[in-house]
């Protein structure tokens, strides 16, 4: 079959079995299937346990462990970068493999063992082991993980099933920093009793992934929906197997092939196995450098917060609040947000999320503050998340054929988080020279540039997409 003639997921399979296939849309209004809610909790037990130790850990290395806000930032950057060593290779395995379930056990059980290594971590060495340990971890399920949800949801609702997906994940990220505030309220200065909660939450999720989520394949899952006929079976026979086909119909001979029936007779065509070349599509290459300019200019959470605190003197077991005001502002706006997306285009509402987050920096860096503008510096993070986090998987899953699907989402997720690490250095630099106001006023005149190259960048990236109704 020529190179044109191919059918990917991501390419409306109804149009070569006929007429007679119930048309797409109205599995939109159908609510997200029980794969979403799965990876959900799985999410959101995993959240619980990462941010309760991410709440309290800003404060422990500056007023604890007395780093300076230089060395934070390389912390920091570890933190925020680190899981782009192997984020691309998380999803280079899921997608060779096709086995992204047990690609992302394998990142959520590494996780789960480090927050065991924070027990007895005592030094600024052992604590960034256990760190990059932790963040490596997280760089190899994300893909794998977000590839079963776009595998498991219609292309029209992916911003949805991502939406409800993060809103999930940031239930758990909200419940964290309470937890770590509840432990330290009661016993202040319990950094180890944190980190005990904190690993009986992995554990807990790690358990739910392994027995309840489904085994997605989504190699096997293109080629048994191209398989379908008119009436929505599938021949489908074991390697070897003789097929028979018909006018009309796709059968499979080989678990990773199809036979389509054309003018010139049975023609077969292989499910096409992961290429870096696919990655280098035009429209991917623009999100991709959007992603880059736009995660530079991105000040982590941790270093506004601390410019919050250090800004208002707050009592520090008041810190993990901040996390949490976030958070919630991030679970309410995420399904809204996805579905806003899908709507009016998630590269508008990807661009449009970052101009929150410029609203937010101008709250930090005003000299004074107080209760009312640090709560609107927190609702603006929150809104900036929830208009970027999973938009930005959503928007690079169309943009690639399914059977590398999660080594494109793990390629913009790389170049975020590698952006990211290069954001802490350059403001822990400036704050270090300059201060903490003028280190975020100069990042919030970087972002508005940021801004508009990244519109320029993501104007019609989405055209070509909707006009084929790509997956």
Same mark, same amino acid.
């Given at each position: ?24 849309? @109205? ?30 850990? @800003? ?40 086995? +992204? ?86 016993? @202040? ?177 005003? +000299? ?69 106001? +003028? ?33």
């Amino acid at each position: 079959m020529a190179e044109g003639a191919r059918v990917y997921l991501s390419d409306r399979p109804r149009e070569l079995a006929g007429p007679a296939r119930a048309p797409a849309a @109205p599995a939109a209004r159908r609510g997200v299937g029980s794969t979403v809610l799965l990876l959900g909790l799985v999410s959101l037990l995993t959240d619980v346990s990462s941010e309760s130790v991410s709440a309290v850990l @800003p404060l422990y290395l500056t007023a604890v462990l007395g780093l300076s806000p230089l060395a934070y930032g390389f912390v920091d950057g570890l933190y925020q970068g680190v899981s782009a060593l192997v984020r691309i290779l998380g999803g280079w395995l899921s997608d060779r493999a096709d086995r +992204p379930k047990w690609v992302a056990f394998a990142g959520y059980a590494l996780s789960a063992v480090t927050k065991a290594l924070l027990l007895p971590a005592n030094g600024l060495t052992a604590v960034t082991a256990v760190i990059t340990l932790d963040r490596l971890g997280k760089g190899l399920r994300t893909a794998p993980r977000d590839a079963i949800i776009a595998t498991a949801t219609p292309p029209e609702s992916r911003g949805r099933a991502f939406g409800v997906h993060r809103a999930l994940d940031t239930t758990g990220a909200a419940v964290g920093p309470l937890l770590a505030f509840s432990i330290l309220w009661l016993v @202040p200065g319990d950094y180890r009793g944190v980190f005990v909660a904190s690993l009986a939450a992995a554990l807990l999720g790690l358990a739910l992934l392994g027995l309840m989520v489904p085994d997605v394949r989504p190699r096997r899952t293109a080629v048994t929906a191209a398989g379908e006929g008119p009436a929505g079976d599938a021949t489908a026979t074991r390697p070897g197997d003789a097929t028979a086909t018909r006018p009309g119909n796709l059968t499979a001979s080989r678990p990773d092939t199809t036979v389509a029936t054309g003018p010139a007779g049975p023609v077969a065509t292989r499910a096409p196995r992961p290429s870096w070349r696919t990655l280098a599509e035009p429209r991917f290459a623009r999100v991709v450098a959007a992603a880059a300019v736009l995660g530079l200019l991105t000040i982590s959470d941790g270093f506004l917060y601390l410019s919050l605190q250090q800004r208002d003197d707050f009592a520090e077991r008041w810190f993990p609040l901040l996390f949490v005001g976030t958070n919630v502002a991030y679970l309410c706006l995420a399904v809204p947000c996805g579905r806003l997306a899908d709507r009016v285009g998630r590269a508008k509402v990807m661009v449009g999320g970052h101009l929150l987050l410029l609203g937010a920096y101008l709250c930090a860096a005003r +000299p004074t503050g107080g209760f009312a503008l640090t709560l609107a510096c927190l609702l603006l993070l929150g809104a900036f998340y929830a208009s970027t986090d999973g938009v930005l998987a959503a928007l690079a899953s169309t943009l690639v054929p399914q059977s590398i699907r999660a080594s494109g989402i793990a390629t913009a997720q790389t170049v975020v988080a590698v952006s990211r690490f290069g954001s802490s250095l350059l403001f822990g630099v400036l704050w270090s020279a300059w201060g903490r106001s +003028p280190a975020v006023s100069i990042m919030a005149a970087g972002l508005l540039v940021g801004v508009t190259a990244a519109w320029l960048l993501l104007r019609n990236v989405e055209q070509p997409q909707r006009q084929g109704d790509a997956a």
